[in-house]
Nanobody, 125 residues
């Protein structure tokens, strides 16, 4: 079984930055595609970003393109989400997720088998 633990959330003002981390254990990390999702109060879970097993392919929701960057370090079993130019609408609980299925869809939450506990990101002036 895969275990995921997110960290790095917090409270920042609009225009600020945060770097989220997700550490995986339990399986060979390099076999798994990794994704980030978020859920704001009163809203459904939303895809944010994903990265392929080797890190050569990345995917983003349009609203974060140019501001967020997903990356991974397989030697450290860690995936990151660097968030810059943060906006109040980015406020949400951010979740790390992983899948090893063939032919997965990056933005499809049902394709991800394992999820972390989430880390709160709050953007407010």
């Amino acid at each position: 079984q895969v275990q995921l633990v997110e960290s790095g959330g917090g409270l920042v003002q609009p225009g600020g930055s945060l770097n989220l981390s997700c550490v995986a254990s339990g399986r060979t990390f390099s076999r798994y595609t990794m994704g980030w999702f978020r859920q704001a109060p009163g809203k459904e879970r939303e895809f944010v970003a994903a990265i392929s097993r080797t890190g050569t392919s990345t995917y983003y929701v349009d609203s974060v393109k140019g501001r967020f960057t997903i990356s991974r370090d397989n030697a450290k079993n860690t995936v990151y989400l660097q968030m810059d130019s943060l906006k109040p609408e980015d406020t949400a609980v951010y979740y790390c997720a992983t899948t090893n299925i063939v032919g997965w869809t990056p933005a499809k939450a049902d394709d991800y088998a394992y999820w972390g506990q989430g880390t709160q990101v709050t953007i407010s002036s």
